[in-house]
């Protein structure tokens, strides 16, 4: 298909050993639940009673007053004082092996092939960054109300330009390909380029 939304004589055999294989739904819950974790920043923090800047006077005397004795007006029993077992910045980073990232990524791109959820594109460019060329070349593929990802086989910056303001739609190369944006998007738009990237990336 072409950049009019027309189909053209070209054809692009996709390989059945990316685009066809048995789907592994494990290695796909694996690989998104760490690209979600090493998302987190980790920068969380709440002072502890070491921290709280107060007197460390005791509060009243140990015994007679009839209530629990006090020690501190830094005590997290007291409001204002240290956070009891409160966050700390720490890192939620997961490490997943190479090869079960890959087969993620092979089962998530079989899942849209299968669904005809899978678009093939000449390759295409943009003399200049305006936004109304990628909405334009959305409504000529049907899929101006779908949640598109298109990939490119190399950067190209007219088409990423164009297309930052769409909430819908969201442009990535063949090398930046992952599990999660894959299966978030309604539809996958490759260009012939790309194609060729993902069959070089995983062969």
Do not use: W
Not at 42 to 57: C, F
């Amino acid at each position: 298909m072409n950049s009019e939304g027309k189909e053209t004589s070209k054809k692009v055999k996709l390989s059945s050993a990316i685009f066809g294989i048995e789907p592994n739904d494990h290695a796909i819950y694996l690989d998104v639940k760490s690209i979600m974790a090493n998302q987190r920043q980790g920068t969380h923090k709440a002072k502890q009673r070491n921290e709280v800047a107060y007197s460390t006077r005791k509060l009243k005397r140990q015994k007679g007053t009839g209530g629990a004795r006090a020690g501190s007006r830094k005590s997290g029993t007291i409001v204002g004082g240290g956070r009891i077992f409160g966050p700390v910045p720490r890192n939620y980073g997961i490490k997943v092996n190479h090869k079960v990232k890959e087969l993620a990524r092979k089962s998530a791109l079989t899942y849209k092939a299968k669904a005809n959820a899978l678009m093939c594109l000449e390759d295409f460019d943009f003399g200049t960054p305006k936004t109304k060329q990628t909405i334009d070349l959305l409504k000529k593929l049907n899929l101006s109300d779908k949640k598109t990802l298109m990939v490119l086989a190399q950067s190209n910056k007219n088409v990423f330009l164009s297309s930052r303001n769409l909430g819908q739609v969201e442009v990535v190369t063949a090398s930046q390909l992952n599990t999660y944006d894959v299966l978030n998007a309604s539809n996958l738009v490759l260009t012939e380029g790309s194609v060729k990237e993902i069959e070089k990336m995983f062969t």
